[in-house]
């Protein structure tokens, strides 16, 4: 049995449907990841160029995060795949608490520092 295993199979285990269905997923993952590499470049011009006041290129930045966490959790956690419920469940809940508590300490460190 040890014998072969230098050797390459002949033939996938994967079916040609498997295979397509795998290339396509390979894909979709590459232009999302470029597209988050993308958006990344564009908020490191935006504070670079020093063009909009700093109001503006602040929220900018955090409008652009809202965009790359949104791709990143529907492409690369699987948001989009079916059979997924419980996983989906506890990210959701996780940002419904957790939004709320960075919003509270975040009123409260600005209450107690001014």
């Known amino acids: 049995m ?5 050797e390459p199979f002949e033939k996938s285990a994967m079916t040609n449907e498997e295979k397509v269905k ?4 390979m894909r979709i993952q590459f232009i999302a990841f ?7 470049f564009l908020a490191f011009i935006a504070v670079g160029a020093e063009v909009a006041p700093p109001g503006f290129v602040i929220s900018f ?3 652009l995060a809202f965009i790359q966490l949104f791709l990143q959790l ?7 795949d079916k059979d ?4 989906n469940t506890f990210m959701v809940s996780g940002l419904v ?17 001014y």
Do not use: C, N, Q
């Open 74 to 80: 529907y492409y690369f956690m699987h948001l989009k």
């Open 22 to 25: 795998t290339e396509r997923e």
């Open 84 to 87: 997924h419920g419980w996983a």
């Open 34 to 40: 470029a597209f988050m590499i993308a958006l990344t």
């Open 61 to 63: 930045i955090i409008f």
């Open 97 to 113: 608490l957790s939004i709320p508590t960075i919003v509270a300490l975040i009123l409260i460190i600005g209450v107690v520092k």
């Open 2 to 6: 040890a014998d072969h295993l230098s």
